[in-house]
């Protein structure tokens, strides 16, 4: 069982409005990714950290923002939501030195009218 | 563009038949895993297998990894219905930064 946590999980909003998704793990890791996920499934990278005060772009061009204040905490926020932000948004985590393997959270998923 | 190819797009068979997907990248890589997607969920893995290893098992599961040919193949034997699922493919390339991205994904449908 992951033990990372994705807040919330279903938002609906208007356009305009300023949204924070939250992320949090427990597990120590030192790397968090945010993936966002078409409705025909490809994911895409849009950011990514390996550690506290790292953040990078991904390989999508993405209007979100991230921080990495804290090692467990990696929040995505959207300054002035559009109808084009409508997606599920995924968070990830993997420890250096280990398997390599990521852990996901359950996703949030974003509907702007 | 996604690192990522995979084929087929969606695949359906009947319980009890093998399910064979595959996956094509771009760049080198420190390993390639496989993941796997109920609708509406996060991803969950399944099996990683580095640069340096052709084949590796577990339970149900057979991956294959052709590094010359920059592709791999998972093959799921004597299906259930609650094989399915999305199943995507992802690379951690060589760098030594972990990026790791995801190819396009292969939904099956395994009919009981």
């Known amino acids: 069982e992951a033990d990372i946590y994705q807040t919330p999980r279903y938002l609906v909003i208007g356009t305009g409005k300023k949204i924070t998704l939250e992320c949090s793990q427990t597990m120590g890791h030192d790397k968090m990714y945010w993936y966002q996920q078409d409705p025909g499934m490809e994911l895409h990278l849009i950011h990514y950290?390996?550690?506290?005060?790292?953040?990078e772009k991904g390989d999508l061009s993405s209007e979100s923002t991230v921080s990495r204040i804290r090692t467990e905490h990696f929040p995505l926020t959207l300054e002035s939501a559009r109808p084009s932000h409508t997606s599920q948004y995924l968070c990830a985590s993997t420890g250096t030195g280990g398997t390599g393997e990521l852990f996901f959270g359950e996703g949030s998923r974003l509907t702007v009218l | 563009s996604q690192q990522g190819e995979e084929d087929p797009q969606a695949l359906s068979i009947q319980e009890g038949e093998n399910a064979t997907m595959n996956c094509s990248y771009k760049?080198?890589?420190?390993?390639l895993q496989w993941y796997r997607q109920n609708s509406g969920r996060g991803l969950v893995h399944l099996i990683l297998?580095?640069?340096?290893?052709r084949e590796k098992h577990s339970g149900r599961l057979r991956v294959t990894l052709d590094t010359s040919k920059k592709s791999s193949s998972l093959l799921i034997t004597a299906s259930r219905a609650a094989d399915t699922a999305s199943y995507f493919c992802?690379?951690?390339?060589?760098?030594?930064?972990?990026?790791?991205?995801f190819g396009t994904g292969t939904k099956l449908q395994v009919i009981p």
């Open positions: 950290s390996y550690g506290v005060n790292s953040t």
């Open positions: 297998i580095r640069s340096n290893e």
């Open positions: 992802a690379t951690d390339p060589s760098g030594g930064y972990q990026k790791v991205t």
């Open positions: 760049t080198s890589i420190n390993n």
